[in-house]
């Protein structure tokens, strides 16, 4: 079983920068997409980006996050700049099956997910 564990989260003003990391137990990164997705209280569940043979971004995010691997460390990194108080939520990694490539941006094509690091972002 293909364990998720999401690190970075924390409270920024808003303007500032954090980095999300996703560890993963087993080499996933590498073979199958691995995705960010996130959760305000309230409302569903929300793709925010996607990386497997290219990379998927929300139009929410676009020019501000940038999704990235590192697949000799089973690591998806999430780099949030010019955060705004909209982008408060509960950050979840997830990652599809293996050979699953498409970095698909619905939240049933992820098999495997984190627990979840908040991001709290005050004006």
């Known amino acids: 079983q293909v364990q998720l564990v999401e690190s970075g989260g924390g409270l920024v003003q808003a303007g500032g920068s954090l980095r999300l990391s996703c560890a993963a137990s087993?080499?996933?990164?590498?073979?199958?997409?691995s995705g960010w997705f996130r959760q305000a209280p309230g409302k569903e569940r929300e793709f925010v980006a996607a990386?497997?043979?290219?990379?998927n971004t929300a139009d929410s995010v676009k020019g501000r996050f940038t999704i990235s691997r590192d697949d000799a460390n089973n690591t998806v990194y999430l780099q949030m700049n010019n955060l705004k108080p909209e982008d408060t939520a509960t950050y979840y990694c997830?990652?599809?099956?293996?050979?699953?490539?498409?970095?698909?941006?619905?939240?049933?094509?992820?098999?495997?997910w984190g627990q979840g690091t908040q991001v709290t972002v005050s004006s």
């Open positions: 087993e080499r996933t990164v590498s073979t199958s997409a």
């Open positions: 997830a990652a599809r099956r293996p050979r699953l490539m498409v970095p698909a941006p619905e939240p049933y094509a992820y098999t495997y």
């Open positions: 990386v497997g043979w290219s990379t």
